[in-house]
């Protein structure tokens, strides 16, 4: 053996040195400074060679000369040289990289988290992280990323990244992740009373209501389509504006979604009429009512004066047809 290379820190394979033949009477061996962690074993009167280097080293070391000498009882001696070259034993490292702890909502896909890759170590490194991913979430061992859609709430728990070389040197990296209940929005106990409207009557603008809970804002939907003239604003939740035509009493469905797709809904109902002839509401199309149709006879909308009650036929006009409904009508 002329030359030995060996790891700092990793055991060395023992290395026997072979038998030393001739010399007078009994053979005394040495191999002094050695380096740190290694150790030599002089034979025994029985052993078959001359000598033992074994241990592991523990700081790196330049190419240096050993000499193993072998001495016998006339003090005449015997040396074998050879070199030993302690290579430095490259640890992996994270460096200073951080991740802030990582809050998710349940049922929300999160946005992909990528995790660092170590760096030095002997050899390509092995990954493994620990303890296993909430119900949902995956690791992938190509991209480094960690992505998916969390399907419990979970308390903050800490996650090791762990890199390891070939000789057991290892890295460790940490962060937290804590998985948040997923919120449901709700109305509560609230309820829409049912809205009837007359054709061609601006309506008294009504404020749905309120939903609270859920993840994030929450946004309002209403199914089906309005009347004509109907509109929702879905950040003030109002329904306003003026029904052009009749519409016979229709379930309507009004939906707050929050921000990861959960939602709550109420019904209400609605209809858009003709008004009746009995203008006043006292039971009776009498000489009463006659004298309030006459008094709105010939306008129109849009102009003063109009007034939706007295359009029979919601054509927009007061005129002779709503008279002829009138006249079926009267005395009832």
Do not use: C
């Amino acid at each position: 053996m002329d030359f030995q290379r060996y790891q700092q820190g990793t055991p060395i394979t023992p290395v026997i040195f072979p038998t030393v033949t001739d010399g007078d009477g009994k053979l005394t061996y040495s191999l002094p400074d050695l380096p740190p962690g290694l150790t030599y074993t002089a034979p025994g009167d029985e052993d078959k060679h001359s000598g033992i280097l074994s241990g592991t080293p523990t700081e790196p070391q330049a190419k240096t000369r050993y000499n193993l000498t072998v001495t016998d009882e006339n003090q005449d001696e015997g040396s074998a040289s050879f070199f030993i070259v302690i290579d430095r034993d490259l640890l992996p490292s994270f460096g200073d990289t951080t991740i802030a702890a990582q809050v998710y909502v349940q049922n929300r896909e999160i946005e992909t988290l990528t995790l660092p890759r170590a760096t030095g170590g002997d050899s390509a490194l092995a990954y493994a992280l620990t303890p296993d991913l909430p119900a949902g979430l995956t690791f992938d061992a190509e991209t480094f990323g960690v992505s998916g859609t969390p399907i419990k709430a979970m308390g903050e728990m800490t996650y090791t990244l762990t890199a390891t070389d070939k000789d057991g040197d290892a890295a460790t990296f940490a962060f937290t992740v804590a998985v948040m209940a997923d919120l449901m929005p709700t109305f509560g106990d609230t309820s829409i009373a049912a809205q009837s409207y007359l054709v061609n009557q601006e309506i008294d603008p009504l404020t749905l209501p309120q939903a609270t809970g859920g993840d994030g804002p929450l946004t309002y939907f209403i199914f089906p389509y309005l009347p004509d003239a109907l509109s929702f604003d879905p950040t003030t939740r109002t329904l306003s504006g003026m029904p052009l035509k009749a519409m016979a009493e229709t379930e309507y469905i009004v939906t707050a979604s929050d921000a990861d797709g959960d939602f709550v809904s109420l019904t209400f109902v609605m209809e858009v009429r003709l008004p009746s002839p009995d203008f006043d509401g006292n039971g009776q199309v009498n000489f009463a009512d006659f004298i309030g149709f006459v008094g709105k006879y010939g306008t129109r909308l849009g102009e003063d004066g109009y007034d939706a009650r007295y359009d029979l036929n919601g054509d927009g006009v007061i005129g002779t047809d709503d008279f002829w409904i009138f006249d079926a009508s009267f005395g009832e």
